[in-house]
């Protein structure tokens, strides 16, 4: 049995190795063994491996899965042979998902709807995961409230978008591209205000101050901030962090994915002013720690069953063969890929 695995390289490379691999005979008293049928890609972050001190030297590709229970360990409670499940391999792991059969823990596994195809429960599990930690955990989204999301169109911002309205919620998302603008308007339930930042003309403040009537957003979704005035190619459509900070209301919640975010003293004293809060969004921290074991478990299967009644519709790709596989990781690792791609197994 193969799996698909990636060695980092000298200067950033990285080269991804198809590697057999064996499944262990023996199963833990909470494990379950799942044939895969499906698995989502998504970029590694090798950064991440090393912070927690998990540096191997061939890191598993793909982590969000869907398949069949074939056995389970003794003391597992949830699950019985045959059980549809959907899940994600915590970053321990040391198989890949594009094997074709898995052991892992019961607890990180939840039951996939009947109605939910393999391909879609694996291409969503995560960025839903990602949604809810952004807008349930950290910024605490309320009826009402006005919510800014960031590159709207991308896999993450659409389910972000989406949920939002499920919940009452305002929502203003910018554009990066005149494609990604006519699909967020055609959205429904609409966006309040599509903002194309790729036109010089859309200023971001000034919309956002317009809609809400100068008092700003009470949200902020990021995916990706300009810290300096001088940034790379790559940052261009990112806004300002001061731009952010200016149209923030009071009591306004900021949920950051800048891995690197700096505040200068002026910075935290406007927080302070508007009594307004900073967040990380790093959805890893529900495998890494087990403290809240409960509530992830009651958000992942929240986010299935939201695809299972059409509150989720998701951009995805074709499914993709699982000899594409190395293919299409090298674009997803590279960001070249602008809907979330899961194969086929």
């Known amino acids: 049995m193969k799996g698909l695995y990636c060695k980092p390289g000298d200067q950033g490379v990285v080269k991804f190795v198809s590697q057999e691999t064996n499944v262990?005979?023996?199963?833990?008293?909470?494990?379950?063994?799942?044939?895969?049928?499906?698995?989502?890609?998504?970029?590694?972050d090798f950064k991440l491996y090393e912070d927690l001190k998990l540096e191997k030297e061939l890191v598993p590709v793909g982590r969000e899965i869907a398949g069949v229970v074939l056995q389970v360990g003794p003391k597992v409670t949830f699950f019985q042979p045959d059980d549809e499940v959907v899940g994600i391999l915590p970053l321990e792991a040391e198989q890949s998902g594009l094997c074709s059969v898995v052991v892992m823990d019961e607890y990180n596994l939840v039951q996939k709807p009947e109605k939910v195809s393999w391909f879609e429960a694996a291409a969503v599990i995560k960025d839903g995961l990602r949604a809810y930690t952004a807008l349930h955990t950290l910024a605490r989204m309320a009826v009402g409230q006005t919510v800014l999301v960031l590159d709207g169109a991308g896999p993450f911002g659409v389910l972000a978008i989406q949920l939002a309205h499920y919940h009452g919620?305002?929502?203003?998302?910018?554009?990066?591209s005149p494609e990604d603008q006519k699909?967020?308007?055609?959205l429904r339930p609409s966006v309040a205000r599509v903002i194309g930042v790729?036109?010089?003309?859309?200023?971001?403040?000034?919309?956002?101050l317009e809609e809400t009537g100068g008092l700003g957003v009470d949200i902020i979704i990021d995916s990706g901030v300009r810290l300096y005035n001088e940034e790379p190619e790559t940052q261009r459509q990112c806004p300002h962090k001061h731009d952010l900070l200016t149209l923030l209301s009071v009591g306004g919640h900021w949920v950051t994915t800048e891995q690197h975010f700096q505040l200068?003293?002026?910075?935290?004293?406007?927080?302070?002013l508007k009594a307004a809060s900073l967040s990380f969004l790093n959805d890893e921290v529900w495998t890494t720690s087990r403290a809240k074991q409960g509530r992830y478990l009651h958000i992942l299967k929240d986010v299935m069953d939201k695809l299972c009644t059409g509150t989720f519709r998701p951009q995805l790709?074709?499914?993709?063969?699982?000899?594409?596989?190395?293919?299409?990781?090298?674009?997803v690792q590279r960001t070249q890929t602008r809907k979330r791609i899961a194969v086929k197994l």
Do not use: R
């Open 24 to 44: 262990p005979t023996n199963i833990g008293n909470h494990q379950v063994k799942v044939q895969v049928k499906s698995c989502a890609l998504s970029p590694v």
């Open 198 to 208: 790729w036109d010089s003309k859309e200023d971001l403040v000034d919309s956002c």
């Open 317 to 331: 790709e074709d499914p993709v063969p699982l000899y594409e596989a190395t293919v299409s990781m090298e674009m």
């Open 183 to 186: 699909f967020l308007e055609e």
């Open 169 to 176: 919620v305002k929502v203003l998302a910018t554009a990066l």
């Open 264 to 272: 200068d003293p002026p910075d935290s004293h406007i927080l302070f």
